[in-house]
């Protein structure tokens, strides 16, 4: 455990962040705990100076000067692994310096608003007070100071809390939501087929907060795709990275794999054939990652929902996942486009993703597609291509 003795010359405002998933117990937890500060310090780095205090699922961030405050609460929503977050003043533990800070810490507030309660809770047992104790006479305290406020226990507009804990005393009346999930890397590491559409991006988005850390594949088809095409999945990572911290780019040429299955392989089953070849690819990629780079990929991450589209329905995706041994995990496999959308106008990749320009597998989308296709045939038509070559090929570019 981290535990920094701090003195503080003064009250300060700090962050206090309280971690998600609590039922995470023993080494699962420790290293949740750790995953999650390092990737707390890896967001904040740039934004100036500043201390880590961590105790009972509680992570309070300690600025020193010039720290942005403002930046780093915007920075700490997309952090999963974080339950909530406020900004709290850190006084000493000392009830009569409490009631003191508090009277000036909340005066802009409570002079505003009409009725509050106090929660308070003791985390450190050798404190003065039991939790109730310190709830009564706080708000005792603070009803006295504030003659235009009443208590109200049910929906108040104000909640002031007081949290006493093994540094210091924490009070704070702005609480903030966290992004939720684990913390990105906690769950391992996956490959993820990144397309310029609006679903690959938010499947991606899912798979972070549930703590993969991912990789992207995307495959292109030049001249039939161009450089507007690749710059729009950059920006998508770009944007995406906010999320899930950085995800490397694969970038993987298909412009003659594609000619080929199109010369021939029979129309309607273009799209499964073609589908079935990117698993290979993406597969191949994590393998020669895993052995050569370091990489521990164990699972490939798709953008396919349910009966979406042709090439998704059960027999479509049951011959595309034939194709790789690699567990594959599609997020959105039970939702519907509306609300795969509104994930991708939140996250902001909505925008980028609509933008018109030719994907490689719409260049070559067969106008009637198998919807109930059959393995053995699938398989026999791949008979057609001389595979081998084309796939390495390919994963050579
Ligand atoms: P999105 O491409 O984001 O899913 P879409 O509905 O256009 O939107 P589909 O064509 O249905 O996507 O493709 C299904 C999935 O196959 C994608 O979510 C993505 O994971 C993968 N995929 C499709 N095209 C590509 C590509 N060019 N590069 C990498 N992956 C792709
Ligand atoms: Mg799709």
Same mark, same amino acid.
């Given at each position: 455990?981290?535990?920094?003795?701090?003195?503080?010359?003064?009250?300060?405002?700090?962050?206090?962040?309280?971690?998600?998933?609590?039922?995470?117990?023993?080494?699962?937890?420790?290293?949740?705990?750790? +995953?999650?500060?390092?990737?707390? &310090?890896?967001? =904040? /780095?740039?934004?100036?100076? @500043? $201390?880590? !205090?961590?105790?009972? *699922?509680?992570?309070?961030?300690?600025?020193?000067?010039?720290?942005?405050?403002?930046?780093?609460?915007?920075?700490?929503?997309?952090?999963?692994?974080?339950?909530?977050?406020?900004?709290?003043?850190?006084?000493?533990?000392?009830?009569?310096?409490?009631?003191? +800070?508090?009277?000036?810490?909340? &005066?802009?507030? =409570? /002079?505003?608003?009409?009725? @509050? $309660?106090? !929660?308070?809770?003791? *985390?450190?047992?050798?404190?003065?007070?039991?939790?109730?104790?310190?709830?009564?006479?706080?708000?005792?305290?603070?009803?006295?100071?504030?003659?235009?406020?009443?208590?109200?226990?049910?929906?108040?507009?104000?909640?002031?809390?007081?949290?006493?804990?093994?540094?210091?005393?924490?009070?704070?009346?702005?609480?903030?939501?966290?992004?939720?999930?684990?913390?990105?890397?906690?769950?391992?590491?996956?490959?993820?087929?990144?397309?310029?559409?609006?679903?690959?991006?938010?499947?991606?988005?899912?798979?972070?907060?549930?703590?993969?850390?991912?990789?992207?594949?995307?495959?292109?088809?030049?001249?039939?795709?161009?450089?507007?095409?690749?710059?729009?999945?950059?920006?998508?990572?770009?944007?995406?990275?906010?999320?899930?911290?950085?995800?490397?780019?694969?970038?993987?040429?298909?412009?003659?794999?594609?000619?080929?299955?199109?010369?021939?392989?029979?129309?309607?089953?273009?799209?499964?054939?073609?589908?079935?070849?990117?698993?290979?690819?993406?597969?191949?990629?994590?393998?020669?990652?895993?052995?050569?780079?370091?990489?521990?990929?164990?699972?490939?991450?798709?953008?396919?929902?349910?009966?979406?589209?042709?090439?998704?329905?059960?027999?479509?995706?049951?011959?595309?996942?034939?194709?790789?041994?690699?567990?594959?995990?599609?997020?959105?496999?039970?939702?519907?486009?509306?609300?795969?959308?509104?994930?991708?106008?939140?996250?902001?990749?909505?925008?980028?993703?609509?933008?018109?320009?030719?994907?490689?597998?719409?260049?070559?989308?067969?106008?009637?597609?198998?919807?109930?296709?059959?393995?053995?045939?699938?398989?026999?038509?791949?008979?057609?291509?001389?595979?081998?070559?084309?796939?390495?090929?390919?994963?050579?570019?």
């Amino acid at each position: 455990m981290l535990k920094v003795a701090l003195k503080l010359s003064e009250n300060r405002e700090v962050i206090l962040i309280k971690e998600g998933e609590l039922f995470l117990k023993g080494l699962n937890k420790k290293n949740f705990e750790a +995953a999650l500060i390092k990737n707390i &310090k890896g967001k =904040l /780095k740039s934004l100036g100076e @500043f $201390k880590i !205090v961590k105790a009972q *699922s509680t992570i309070a961030i300690i600025p020193e000067e010039h720290f942005n405050l403002n930046l780093a609460i915007e920075k700490i929503s997309s952090i999963f692994g974080i339950a909530s977050f406020s900004i709290a003043l850190a006084v000493e533990k000392n009830f009569e310096a409490i009631l003191k +800070a508090s009277k000036e810490y909340l &005066k802009d507030v =409570l /002079k505003n608003h009409k009725n @509050f $309660k106090v !929660v308070a809770k003791r *985390s450190d047992k050798n404190f003065e007070f039991s939790s109730m104790e310190l709830c009564k006479r706080l708000g005792e305290f603070l009803l006295n100071e504030f003659k235009n406020l009443t208590v109200k226990l049910n929906e108040p507009e104000v909640v002031v809390y007081l949290e006493i804990r093994d540094s210091f005393a924490y009070l704070y009346y702005k609480k903030f939501q966290g992004a939720k999930g684990m913390p990105v890397g906690t769950a391992g590491e996956a490959i993820l087929l990144l397309s310029g559409g609006i679903d690959s991006p938010v499947a991606a988005f899912m798979m972070a907060k549930r703590g993969l850390k991912l990789r992207a594949v995307h495959f292109e088809s030049p001249p039939y795709t161009g450089q507007r095409a690749l710059k729009k999945v950059e920006d998508l990572l770009l944007t995406l990275e906010k999320w899930t911290g950085k995800i490397p780019l694969h970038i993987v040429n298909i412009t003659t794999l594609q000619q080929e299955i199109k010369k021939n392989c029979p129309e309607n089953v273009l799209t499964i054939i073609l589908r079935r070849c990117m698993l290979k690819i993406t597969q191949s990629i994590a393998e020669n990652l895993n052995q050569n780079f370091n990489c521990n990929i164990k699972a490939i991450v798709t953008g396919e929902s349910l009966a979406q589209v042709a090439s998704q329905t059960l027999g479509a995706l049951g011959c595309i996942e034939n194709a790789a041994s690699m567990p594959i995990l599609r997020p959105l496999i039970g939702m519907d486009k509306d609300e795969i959308v509104k994930i991708a106008k939140k996250i902001k990749t909505y925008e980028i993703s609509i933008l018109p320009f030719e994907d490689c597998c719409t260049v070559f989308t067969p106008k009637h597609p198998k919807t109930n296709p059959n393995l053995e045939h699938i398989l026999k038509q791949e008979e057609n291509l001389n595979l081998n070559f084309l796939l390495k090929e390919a994963i050579k570019n």
